[in-house]
């Protein structure tokens, strides 16, 4: 199993260009999550989605959105973007279910916008 | 509200040491806690986690966490630190709502020195 995968790694956009993020899971869980982290904040929750078809806003949602067309997918756009969504983007997954299963991590995305 | 807090930014220990990795967190309900563990450059890796039950839990890696209801405590420990754990910690909460998503601190750096 690949486990959580992400695409691109890296990427440099200049403000005002759109890009979309992508992440795929192979472990049929129901639940994904975008996190952003940035330097002494820790991670913190973008979208987030408990199944196909469905999205939710997370603690800092603005400026992002989600797609979750399929169960293995989630995608996160930006529309047009900006010096402050510089940061390292990070998926992840859990079975869903019960309220306690630990999330699996992808490798992240190193955004940069100029 | 929910919140975790790690207190200090970075630890120090020799190799060979025990360490303490602190993490005090608040929610309302049962908490369901998770440690975390980020290598440069890679996505968080799963430890360990309390669910219920015995308030010393075991994870990988020879890691393991003391929960403490009454301190509102789950500080993860090591009997004998290694120069290949150090890393960033991450310790979180699950949040109160039927989603799975995880409240996650700041972050504490760990050295381990030879």
């Known amino acids: 199993n690949a486990g959580v995968t992400q695409t691109p790694k890296f990427r440099v956009l200049k403000t005002g260009q759109s890009m979309t993020l992508l992440c795929a899971q192979d472990m049929n869980h129901e639940y994904m999550y975008w996190y952003r982290q940035d330097p002494g904040m820790g991670l913190r929750l973008i979208h987030y989605?408990?199944?196909?078809?469905?999205?939710a806003k997370g603690e800092v949602p603005d400026g992002y959105n989600v797609s979750r067309l399929k169960k293995q997918n989630f995608l996160l756009g930006l529309e047009s973007a900006a010096p402050s969504q510089t940061s390292v983007y990070f998926c992840?997954?859990?079975?869903?279910?019960?309220?306690?299963?630990?999330?699996?991590f992808g490798p992240g995305t190193r955004l940069t916008v100029l | 509200a929910q919140s975790v807090a790690q207190p200090e930014d970075q630890v120090n220990v020799a190799e060979g040491n025990p360490l303490t990795v602190k993490c005090t967190y608040s929610?309302?309900?049962?908490?369901?806690l998770f440690w975390y563990v980020q290598y440069p450059n890679r996505g968080l890796q799963f430890l360990l986690k309390y669910i219920t039950g015995d308030n010393l839990v075991k994870g990988s890696y020879g890691f393991e966490a003391e929960f403490n209801k009454s301190q509102t405590s789950f500080h993860l420990k090591k009997p004998s630190a290694l120069v290949s754990d150090s890393a960033l910690y991450f310790c979180a909460v699950r949040d109160s709502s039927n989603t799975g998503k995880l409240i996650f601190g700041q972050g504490t750096t760990l050295q381990v020195k030879p």
């Open positions: 992840a997954s859990s079975r869903g279910g019960t309220h306690y299963n630990e999330q699996f």
């Open positions: 929610v309302s309900g049962n908490p369901y």
């Open positions: 989605s408990v199944g196909e078809g469905t999205t």
